[in-house]
C-alpha cells in the first residue's frame, strides 16, 4: 500500500528565499508530525497535527517556520526567508491517533541545502 | 527535559559476531521504539516494545525493554553485511504524541 509521500526530495534554496515542503501521510492516518534531522544526528521533533488541529508546535525553531494541515490530510511545511542553519532532512510521520502501538511511519524527507 | 542516550554511537564488527546497543532514557515511557535508517533513506521501523520485560525478535535483532531502569537494549546475533545502518531509538512519552530520538548507532559490519 501507499506509504508517506514528502515532495520535493530535494531543494537549494539561496539564504533567504521562502521555501515549502509537502507532505501526504497514509491515508486514514489522523495524526502528523514533523521532524528536524541535522546530519549525523536523530530526529528532532517540530509540530504535530490531529486531523487540521496543530497540538503542539513547540518544537518549531524559530517564527520563520510555519505548517498547515487545512484539511485533515496533506500538511505543508513553509520556511520563511531561509537560513543556512536550516540545512537539514525534513521528516514527516503519520499514526493512527487511538490504540495500539501509535507507530509513526515516516516519509523519504526533504534534503533543504540552503546555500 | 527529555533525553535519549545511546551507546555505542559508532560500531564496527565482525561478520558473524554478536553484539548490543544500548538505550537509556529520561522519563517515564509508554512507548520505546528502534527504527533502522540507511544513508540517504528515511526510518524504517523494527519494533515497538509496550510493556516492562517485552521482547521481540526478527531474524538477527532482538529488542528488550526494562522499563524500571528504563533501558532498552537492541542485541545483534551473528552480524551480516545487510545489517549495516544507523540504528535510533526512541520513546513516546506519557504526556506527549511525538518521538524523542537518540543520536543513533552507526554499524559497519566488516567481512
Known amino acids: 500500500g501507499a506509504g508517506v509521500s514528502q515532495s520535493p526530495r530535494y531543494k537549494v534554496a539561496k539564504r533567504g528565499q521562502d521555501v515549502a515542503l509537502r507532505c501526504d501521510p497514509i491515508s486514514g492516518h489522523v495524526s502528523l508530525f514533523w521532524y528536524q534531522q541535522a546530519l549525523g544526528q536523530g530526529p528532532e521533533f517540530l509540530t504535530y497535527?490531529?486531523?487540521?488541529?496543530?497540538?503542539?508546535k513547540s518544537g518549531l525553531p524559530s517564527d520563520r517556520f510555519f505548517a498547515e494541515r487545512p484539511e485533515g490530510s496533506v500538511s505543508t511545511l513553509k520556511i520563511q526567508r531561509t537560513q543556512q542553519e536550516d540545512s537539514a532532512v525534513y521528516l514527516c510521520?503519520?499514526?493512527?491517533?487511538?490504540?495500539?502501538?501509535?507507530?509513526?511511519?515516516f516519509g523519504p524527507g526533504t534534503r533543504l541545502t540552503v546555500t | 527535559e527529555l533525553k535519549v542516550e545511546q551507546n555505542p554511537l559508532f560500531l564496527s564488527m565482525q561478520e558473524g559476531k554478536n553484539y548490543t546497543i544500548y538505550c537509556n532514557y529520561s522519563?517515564?515511557?509508554?512507548?520505546l521504539y528502534w527504527y533502522r535508517q540507511d544513508p540517504g533513506k528515511s526510518l524504517e521501523s523494527l519494533f515497538v516494545l509496550l510493556s516492562n520485560g517485552a521482547v521481540k525478535q526478527e531474524g538477527r535483532l532482538m529488542a528488550s525493554l526494562d522499563t524500571k531502569a528504563r533501558l532498552s537494549t537492541l542485541h545483534i546475533t551473528a552480524a551480516v553485511h545487510d545489517l549495516s545502518a544507523t540504528y535510533f531509538c526512541a520513546y513516546r512519552s506519557s504526556s506527549a504524541r511525538q518521538l524523542t530520538f537518540g543520536s543513533g548507532t552507526q554499524l559497519t559490519v566488516l567481512p
Open positions: 497535527f490531529q486531523n487540521e488541529a496543530q497540538l503542539d
Open positions: 510521520a503519520s499514526s493512527l491517533t487511538s490504540g495500539g502501538t501509535y507507530e509513526q511511519y
Open positions: 522519563t517515564t515511557s509508554d512507548r
